[in-house]
């Protein structure tokens, strides 16, 4: 009995992992769900989905501008997510990454941080109810400096907690942009961190928004930060650019 059970350990051991290992996975297709710093026009959206994905890797930007975690879905934008997910899953991996906070966290929202916790919880479940699955992303820092030397102002740090307790009670994939965020661009320092605004790359004004060249180099850390942690899962559908990489691991500006 017991030879036989090593025999038989052995032999799928030596014969079925190697196989069911290479049996290669879906493609992944990703939907980005969340407020204006992942949107087209002022997030990391379109840089992610644009420059970081080797084909046939792709998917779709549902970013909304001024978005919280209830309006996503008072909108319809939810429910347009929710059908994309049944459209792609019969060819490809969908992934879900949820990225709300900025606008959760403002008075006139009203939206609690229990309300905001259970909202991405209630996002968690109904992507995998559809069939897909979700990527929490703790929100992408504002560039907005204080003190001397200047250090970027924590504002999110509720709104990071909570996503991230959320994924790990809900035993979900998350990254955490956030603390990336805040980490380099406290390495490059403001004028550096400016440079990707939107509007005006020379000083503190809008400093939460992204021009193109900010969501490429944010969208490579999102992308970096998910091939750091499930390799086996997106490194084979990463297109890579070492030299961005290297600067954005080092902490110099890109
Ligand atoms: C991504 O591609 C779209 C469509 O080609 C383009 O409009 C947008 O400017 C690109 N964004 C970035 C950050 O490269
Ligand atoms: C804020 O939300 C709470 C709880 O949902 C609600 O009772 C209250 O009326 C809201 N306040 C405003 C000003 O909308
Ligand atoms: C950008 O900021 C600089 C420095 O404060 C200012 O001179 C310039 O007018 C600003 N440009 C815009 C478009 O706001
Ligand atoms: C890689 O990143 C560097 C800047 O860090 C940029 O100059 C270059 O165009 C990027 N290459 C590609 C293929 O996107």
């Not at 992944?28 to 959206?45: E, R, Y």
């Amino acid at each position: 009995m017991r030879t036989l059970s090593i025999l038989a350990s052995t032999f799928s051991l030596v014969f079925s992992s190697p196989l069911s290992s290479r049996q290669s996975p879906k493609v992944p297709f990703f939907l980005l769900v969340g407020d204006s710093t992942t949107a087209i026009g002022g997030g990391w959206g379109d840089g992610f989905l644009n420059h970081t994905l080797k084909a046939p890797a792709s998917g779709l930007n549902y970013g909304h501008s001024g978005a919280t975690t209830v309006s996503f879905r008072a909108g319809g934008d939810w429910a347009t997510v929710l059908s994309q997910i049944t459209t792609h899953q019969a060819d490809s991996s969908v992934y879900v990454t949820i990225q709300f906070g900025h606008n959760d966290q403002k008075a006139a929202a009203n939206i609690s941080l229990e309300q905001f916790s259970q909202n991405l919880g209630v996002f968690v479940d109904e992507v995998r109810d559809a069939g897909g699955e979700p990527i929490l992303i703790t929100s992408l820092t504002r560039r907005v400096f204080s003190g001397d030397p200047p250090l970027v102002v924590q504002s999110l740090a509720n709104e990071r907690v909570a996503a991230i307790s959320v994924a790990e009670a809900k035993s979900s994939k998350y990254i955490d942009l956030n603390i990336a965020s805040e980490d380099y661009c406290n390495a490059i320092g403001p004028e550096a961190s400016w440079r990707y605004n939107l509007f005006n790359a020379t000083r503190q004004g809008d400093t939460t928004h992204l021009n193109e060249w900010g969501g490429t180099v944010f969208g490579r850390l999102v992308s970096d930060l998910l091939v750091e942690k499930y390799e086996e899962v997106f490194g084979d559908w990463t297109a890579p650019n070492a030299t961005l990489s290297a600067l954005l691991e080092e902490g110099l500006p890109a």
